[in-house]
Every structure is written in C-alpha cells, then in structure tokens.
C-alpha cells in the first residue's frame, strides 16, 4: 500500500464517512479518517480468517476476560499492517502532525492492570500465529476511573473514553442476547425451568485484532448492556422523566463501569451481574455458533476451547452446564463432564480476597438455578471423592476459585514460581485428587506493542543489527549478545536509551510541569497500587534516601528519579493512603534545595498503556519488589527487561524467569524468598524485631508520625504506621535493610555508564524468551488442542 492510495482513501473517509473536507477537517477528523482508512484494510484479512476458519470447521479458542487493556490501536495496526512509511507520508501530505494524530486516539478504558494488559497481548499473539480465536468481554462505557490528585489524594473520576466514536468497532445488533436475572426455578422433567425476574440485552460490538504483517485477524467481541424495554412512555407523559428512563438506567448499569465499588451489597450485586452478563452472552454466542455447523453438542470440546482468565467468568462451568442439561436435554452428569473439557482456568493470584467468593444468599437470589447446579457440581465431585473435604460452598460463600478448578480440566499457573505455588498452597488439596490438572504457561508481551511500537529508536537498531526477523521470533534477540562486545553498536544503544529519556523528560515538563535529568538514573515503579506490590517500601526507602543525602551532601551521590505511576481501586483505603504518602513525600523532596539535584519524586496521574509506552522504554531501574509468593507472574517486569531496564527484585513471580534468563549479574536481587515468608511471619513480633534493627528504617517511619510530609499532621498517616509497626503482614519491614542496601548496589553499578550499559543491552539480548507469541504456543499445544491455521 503505497501513500498515494492511503491518503486518497483517508480523503474519502474525511468526505463520506465524516462529512468534512480538509480545509475544515479538525485533528480528530484526521485522525478517524486515517482510523478508517487503515481499518479497512483490516477487514480483507479478517473475513479471510473468518472464512477459513469456517472451511476448514477448525475448532475455535474463546477467551473471556473481565479485561482487555488494549490502549490505542491505531499505530498497532499502523506496524501490523506494514502501513507506516505510507501513513506517515500520507499525513505530512495532508499537513498534519502524524505524532500528533496517533497521540490524539484515546485509550480504551477496558482494564486496569496486568490482567487486561495480558489478555490484549494474547489477542495479538493468537492473530500473529493465526490461532482461530475471539475474546470475550464487557464494552465498558466508563472503564475503571480516570485518576487525578487532589492535595495528593486520589480522585476518582468518569473516564469518557466513548465520548467520541470508536473507530476500530462494528456494532453487531442481529448478535444480541437476553440476559435474565433472579426469578424462580421449577421443575421441568428431569431438567429446569428457569424463569427470570429481570433481564437486559447484551449487543455485541466486534473489534478486528490484526496480526503482524496483516496474515491473520481475530475478533474482540465486547457485550454492551441495554433494556429489552427501553422507554416508559407513560411514565414520561404523566410527568415522571426520570422514571421513564429508569429501565434503560438500570441495564446500562451493568456495562458502565469496570470493578464497582463492591464493599456494598448493591455493589456485591452488580459485579456478580456483569461477570454473569458477559459470560452468559458469550456462551449463547459460542453454543450458537457451534450448533450453526454441528448438531451434537457433545462434540462442543473438540470444537471450542474456552479459556476463563481468573475467576470473573467462573460462572461459566454451572451455565454451560444449564445450557446443555436444561435448555438441550444432555443429562447431568455428561454436561458437567462436557463443561469440564471445554473450559479451563487461569489463575492469577494466590491472594485469599481475589480469589472470589460470593455470598449464597446472594447467589441464589440473583441466580437461583446457578445455586442449584454448584450445589449439584460439588455433590458430583464428593460422590468422586468421598474422603476429600473439598467444598466449593463453605460457611455461607460460594469459592469461585474451588468452583473453576472443578469445572476446567486444566488449570494453569502463569510463572514457574507461581504454578507451584498454586499446587503447594490456595488448590492443594485439589492438586492431591487431579495430579495432572495443574500445568504452567508462563505469561508473555506481544514485541509488537511493547517494542516495535514503544521502543521505536531501539526497535531500528535491532532492526539493522539482527534484521527484521525478531519482531515475529522475539528469542532472536540472543544474535544481538555478539553485538554486545562492539563499541559502535554499545554507542548507539546507549543514545537510544537517552534519546527516550530526554523524550519523557520533556514529556514531564509539558504536561506536567516538572523538570528531571535525563542523566539522572530513571527508578520506575507502575503497578496497580496494592500493599503486596509494595510502593510503601519503596517510598520508605526514598525517604532513608533523603535522609542520608542531607546528613551527607558530600557523600557523591548517584542523581535518581522515582517515578510511580498506579491507581488504587476506590474501595482500597491503605492503597490509596500509599498514594497519598508518596505525593506528600514528593512535594518536600523535590523542594528540598540541599537534596533536589540527586533525587526527585514523580507521580503523573491516571497510569494507562499509552503512559507506559513512555515510562518503559525510558527506565533504567524496574522496580519488582512485591512480597515473595504473591505476584502470581507480572508482564511490567518483562517489558522493562526486553526494553533494556534492570530489575531490582525479589525471587518472586516471572522475576525467578527473568533473573534465570538474562544472568543473576544483571539482576538486582534482595529480600526473603516465599519460604522465608512464611517463616518470618510465624514469629509475631517480627516487624518490631525488623524495626529496632534498623535505624534507617525507624527513623524513616519517625520522620512520617512526626509530620514532616504532613505539614505537621501527625495524625494524617497513623494508619499506614499502625500497620507496618503491628502487623505488616506483606514484611516491608523485614525486607527494609536488604532493600536498602541493594539500591546503592544499584547506585554504585550505574556510576559505571558502559557497565550498566553492557548489562541493560544483556537485558534486551536475553529477554526474548518472554513473547507472548511463545506463551499462547504453549497454550495451543498443552491446554487447547489446536493446530495454527497459518
């Protein structure tokens, strides 16, 4: 495609599509004609796909995510389609900043953290190998929040992502389901009758997923909520507005926003609704489409292989199984059976509270014969195992995770760590009664978004060191390591990395009126904010930082810029006290005339992928400091090292992957190994003991209470100092001296510029392993069943 052709198309699309001509056409007139210009060329490989899949009655891969982070699509498809050379010339033909017309796409408010940014790695992944598949999610008109600081606390704001239109969808009203909740059950022959007290229509909108070099494409299919009556009209004439739009009110509801506030039993409610919703309307659409090529629905797991990413869509094993023993007649115990080979199970985390449980009482009112069937689901598995004490309803809840493992028949860990931790701990039991269930695929990113896309400076000099070869066989960066002795390719690797750095340093000026070195070490740390992930450690250890540095400004220090990029869920009081604490210690830090040439405090609000696409390929330091035994893999720990950061890190996670792979002299180690967790936390005084050994630490937590980054509220944070000095059950404490002191490791090994040069360049040569592209091979091969179609 040459520009000539894009830019007559884009021209066309500004006309028809837009109702514009150029002279009147605004950027974001450009930008969804180019949107439009580009998508269709999305669509010719798409229906092939669709085509083919469909010739061949290939099974199919369906993956349903309460997530998928997808951010902006433009460029993606822009690289993937080999586009952009010609979109580039085609814009400066039209006189538009072509920067500036990516930039202008907003992000897709679909996910929060690692969990959707995975799903979207996936979805790219299964297009590049051309792996028959659709994700499954909800169409969130408002996504997670849009975070802004206020004095330094959290704000929670509506994002308006579908303010605009979205250029990348279909809508799909013939594909659109009615969704029933509550209501009563009776008894239907030797099946059920459910009978719903309410119900809403989910409506299908398809997103084409291109693969790279356009071969392939798959569809994200995400369900939007609407009202099977959408106006009272009679409400309306009597005078009752607002009342005459309660029905379209109430459905949107469901589709409105990611991860309500659920510390409220409305709240409680309308998870548990969208997590159904979406998964019930998926499952129409898969048994829907089965049965239009095939009439025996006991054929459906060698026809469709529905993966459920964490327990949101575990709702799915007792609703496939409804669907075939009510509604197709299929007696019990094969549909259980048959369920059970279709579905299979990622788990995510090895924490008790996201490992989902609902209330029974709530269950069974808001889906009364779903309560039946885990009840009868659990009865099937105890007639099994008379002797195992297994119970997926317990002391009033119903267990999610107990319930998917049951229903999948394999359940997968996403680190090596991790997997085995998932049979030694949260599933042992089970583990013990189904040796074979538990497999491990460790978790990847798509080299397309997080390097060809992010990195593009580092992108072209692999490029022209390897050829292009990598971006589609990403453990083809290990050709770079001979490369790593030469002094040319060494100069030009280290002027990408600053060329990023002087980028974001820019970045930070302008939009957020802060000036950082971009000499100056760049410590990142961009998670989710939890209290396992650990941002208070790291900022206690800023805080020691501090300290020192005005006790000994003579000491020649190494300059380091932190920056912290998150959001705390708005129910999640201590993240969001973190939050706080972080911005508060920022505000003196970076005042501090003595300190502020060595170390500043950076914390640009409302973190997104299109943030990240800055951060990582600017960072020298990745900060991968959760507790060890709780981050089940991270993807951020791997996007840094492919885009030659170091890491400092416990043995936790994808980190034990990571350090394996890319040498243990490249990696920043400290802290507690997960069995040295636990027994450190057997000891009920051992924060206190950590403490009193550690009088950087105590005095680091003595300059909080007395209200230095408070204005003198000694108060402001008495709970964050309450829980580390009492409980401090995640061992910040603990891992305090051994953090500490592998920073001015890290100090000491960045003051050698060619070293740490060598060992970033190590990082990247090494990391290729970690491609999405080879964790979904896995996934094919061990789990799904299915051969690539290309």
Not at 644 to 651: E, F, N
């Amino acid at each position: 495609m040459n520009a000539t052709d894009l830019r007559a198309d884009i021209l066309k699309h500004l006309e028809f599509s837009l109702g514009k001509d150029l002279a009147h056409a605004t950027l974001y007139d450009i930008r969804m004609a180019l949107t439009l210009a580009v998508r269709d060329r999305v669509v010719t490989p798409w229906f092939a796909a669709t085509r083919a899949t469909y010739a061949a009655k290939s099974k199919r891969v369906y993956y349903l995510s309460m997530e998928f982070l997808i951010g902006r699509l433009l460029e993606d498809a822009i690289h993937n389609l080999g586009l952009m050379q010609a979109a580039q010339e085609a814009m400066t033909s039209l006189d538009a900043d072509f920067a500036a017309v990516l930039a202008d796409e907003p992000d897709a408010a679909l996910g929060n953290g690692g969990l959707g940014r995975l799903a979207a790695c996936f979805l790219d992944s299964m297009s590049t190998l051309g792996c028959p598949g659709y994700g499954y999610g909800i169409r969130y008109e408002h996504g997670l929040f849009r975070q802004s600081f206020h004095e330094g606390r959290q704000v929670e704001e509506a994002e308006n992502w579908l303010r605009q239109r979205h250029g990348w969808e279909f809508e799909r009203p013939e594909a659109a389901f009615q969704i029933g909740f509550g209501g009563s059950v009776s008894e239907a022959g030797k099946t059920a009758l459910w009978t719903p007290g309410e119900a809403v229509i989910a409506k299908a909108y398809d997103t084409p997923t291109i693969g790279w070099q356009g071969k392939w494409a798959n569809t994200l299919r995400l369900w939007g909520a609407e009202p099977v009556r959408a106006f009272d009209l009679a409400a309306f004439n009597q005078g009752d507005y607002a009342g005459a739009a309660g029905l379209e009110a109430a459905a949107r509801t469901i589709s409105r926003v990611l991860y309500p506030d659920d510390t409220t039993d409305t709240g409680k409610e309308l998870r548990l609704k969208q997590e159904f919703f979406f998964t019930a309307a998926s499952l129409r659409d898969i048994v829907r489409r089965f049965q239009a090529e095939h009439s025996d629905l006991r054929a459906l797991p060698t026809k469709a292989a529905i993966q459920l990413n964490d327990t949101h869509p575990a709702i799915a094993g007792p609703e496939l199984v409804r669907i075939l023993h009510d509604e197709n007649d299929m007696p019990l115990d094969e549909a259980i059976l048959t369920a059970r080979a279709t579905l299979s199970y990622t788990n995510h985390t090895l924490l008790p509270e996201a490992l989902e449980r609902w209330p029974e009482a709530l269950m069974a009112r808001v889906l009364p014969r779903h309560m039946q069937l885990i009840e009868r689901i659990e009865d099937t598995h105890r007639s099994a195992y008379p002797k195992s004490a297994v119970r997926i309803v317990e002391g009033g809840d119903v267990k999610m995770g107990e319930l998917s493992f049951i229903m999948g028949h394999k359940v997968n860990g996403v680190s090596a760590l991790h997997s085995d931790l998932v049979k030694t701990t949260v599933f042992a039991e089970l583990h013990a009664l189904h040796p074979d269930r538990i497999i491990n695929q460790t978790n990847g990113v798509t080299p397309r978004r997080w390097m060809l896309g992010a990195n593009p400076r580092l992108s072209a000099l692999i490029t022209d060191t390897i050829s292009s070869g990598w971006v589609a066989d990403l453990e083809r960066l290990r050709e770079l390591e001979p490369h790593v002795a030469d002094a040319g390719f060494m100069a030009a690797f280290a002027d990408a990395k600053r060329a990023n750095k002087v980028e974001l340093s820019n970045w930070f000026g302008h939009e957020h009126g802060q000036s950082v070195d971009p000499d100056a070490m760049y410590d990142v740390q961009i998670k989710r904010f939890h209290e396992y992930k650990r941002q208070h450690l790291n900022i206690l250890e800023t805080i020691a930082l501090w300290t020192e540095m005005r006790d000994n400004p003579n000491a020649g220090w190494t300059p380091r810029v932190k920056i912290f990029g998150g959001k705390a869920a708005p129910g999640y009081v201590m993240a969001k006290e973190i939050i706080h604490l972080i911005n508060d210690v920022a505000t003196v830090i970076n005042a501090d005339p003595v300190t502020s040439q060595w170390l500043k405090v950076v914390y640009p609000p409302n973190y997104n992928v299109s943030m990240a696409e800055k951060l990582i390929p600017a960072a020298d330091l990745s900060e991968q400091i959760s507790t060890a035994g709780k981050e089940a893999s991270g993807t951020g720990n791997m996007k840094f090292a492919l885009n030659g950061a170091l890491t400092i890190g416990t043995l936790d996670g994808a980190n034990v992957e990571i350090r394996e792979q890319v040498g243990a002299e490249n990696f920043f180690l400290f802290g507690m190994t997960a069995p040295e967790v636990v027994a450190c936390r057997e000891n009920p005084e051992h924060q206190a003991d950590a403490i009193k050994a550690s009088p950087r630490l105590k005095a680091a937590l003595k300059l909080i209470e007395k209200g230095i980054f408070s204005d003198g509220d000694d108060k402001r944070y008495k709970a964050i100092l309450k829980n580390l000095r009492k409980h401090d059950y995640f061992t910040v404490c603990a891992d305090f001296d051994s953090y500490y002191d592998c920073q001015r490791q890290v100090d000491a090994a960045y003051r050698d510029a060619d070293q740490w040069m060598r060992m970033a360049a190590l990082n990247t040569a090494r990391s290729g392993w970690f491609s999405s592209d080879r964790t979904i091979l896995g996934y094919m091969a061990d789990v799904w069943d299915i051969k690539p179609m290309i």
